[in-house]
């Protein structure tokens, strides 16, 4: 009676670091088999805990110009001093067969995934409070007092830009947190713009027959 849009949904998840946004993003990974996360370009070193091809696909500047001129990207910005872009191909491959994808990208680029897919599914992860994202940011222990002052000045810059965003989920408990962004996925795929044809037999035979019928 209904034909639904068969395209998968485009879930842009942006949060300020030490909201939390890679464990959830793992939780949603490992329990919804129809979720991808896009492996996105940088052209920023290698991390100890990078996976390249995992994390990142690792370019060096001017392979990334390259592919900007190529019009490789479905959206790119120059974040602290490195590139980071989202491959156009893949995701949009993905998209048709149906496979819901997760862009975890930064606040300009969500924007600009906003201004391309009206429909992308835009989610803002807080961190429960003030005083909970500096303990998590000093939790990390690496880095210095300057270091983590600086990421939480970024944080907190970022965290006003959250009425851009569809959605804002708080990451107070990772489990509660993970189901939210389960339900605001599932919610989505309800909504009326989704649907691409109501067909509804409107022969008066066909409805009698349906009335009359002792099988129904
Ligand atoms: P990191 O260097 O810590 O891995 O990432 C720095 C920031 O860049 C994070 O906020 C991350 O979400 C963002 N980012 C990673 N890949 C992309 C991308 O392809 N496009 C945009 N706009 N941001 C990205």
Redesign the pocket.
């Given at each position: 009676m209904i034909k639904e849009k068969k395209e998968g949904s485009l879930i842009v998840i942006?949060a300020p670091s030490g909201a939390g946004k890679g464990t959830i993003i793992s939780e949603l990974l490992k329990r919804n088999k129809n979720l991808w996360l896009s492996v996105?370009?940088?052209s920023?070193e290698v991390r100890s805990n990078d996976i390249p091809g995992l994390t990142?696909d690792f370019v060096t500047k001017e392979d990334f110009e390259k592919k900007i001129k190529e019009d490789y990207f479905l959206?790119?910005?120059n974040?602290?001093g490195?590139y980071?872009?989202?491959p156009k191909d893949k995701i949009m491959e993905k998209l048709k067969e149906g496979i819901d994808i997760i862009l975890?990208?930064?606040i300009?680029?969500a924007k600009n995934i906003r201004d391309k897919f009206s429909d992308a599914i835009c989610i803002f992860i807080m961190p429960p409070s003030i005083k909970e994202l500096v303990h998590r940011l000093k939790k990390r222990g690496t880095d210095s007092k300057e270091a983590i002052m600086a990421r939480f000045q970024k944080a907190y810059q970022e965290i006003n830009e959250v009425t851009k965003y569809n959605y804002v989920v708080v990451n107070d408990e990772v489990e509660v947190a993970t189901k939210k962004i389960e339900a605001i996925i599932l919610a989505e795929k309800c909504r009326v713009d989704r649907i691409e044809e109501v067909a509804l037999d409107t022969k008066e035979e066909a409805i009698h027959e349906l009335l009359m019928s002792e099988d129904i």
């Open positions: 942006s996105l370009t940088t920023r990142y959206e790119y910005t974040y602290a490195n980071y872009g989202t975890e990208i930064e300009e680029g």
